[in-house]
């Protein structure tokens, strides 16, 4: 919702990843870990396609998306043995 009011060029990598991260650590500390591990991967991909790609700002979303992962496991998804 944030960006739809926004011009195009305006919607860059950076604003588009940083959204969506938030809206999935949102849902993360809502008790909704599947919904935000969706938005977290989502940040991940977008991060992907920067061009050039930012290092740092790719691993802060590979983090938040093992955050994410983790938070399944916590939530009472079984543990592989």
């Known amino acids: 919702m944030a960006l ?3 011009p195009r060029e305006e919607q860059t990598i950076g604003l588009q990843g940083s959204l ?4 999935g ?10 919904e935000g ?3 977290l ?3 991940y991909e977008i991060r992907s396609r920067d061009v050039p790609l930012k ?13 994410g992962f983790g938070s399944i496991t ?3 998804t ?3 043995e």
């Open 20 to 23: 969506t991260s938030h809206r």
């Open 55 to 67: 290092p740092l700002e790719s691993a802060w979303a590979a983090d938040n998306l093992a955050a």
């Open 25 to 34: 650590q949102l849902n993360l500390r809502f008790g909704k870990t599947a």
């Open 41 to 43: 991967k989502e940040s």
């Open 4 to 6: 739809s009011p926004m």
């Open 74 to 76: 916590r939530a009472g």
């Open 78 to 80: 079984p543990k592989r």
């Open 37 to 39: 591990v969706k938005w």
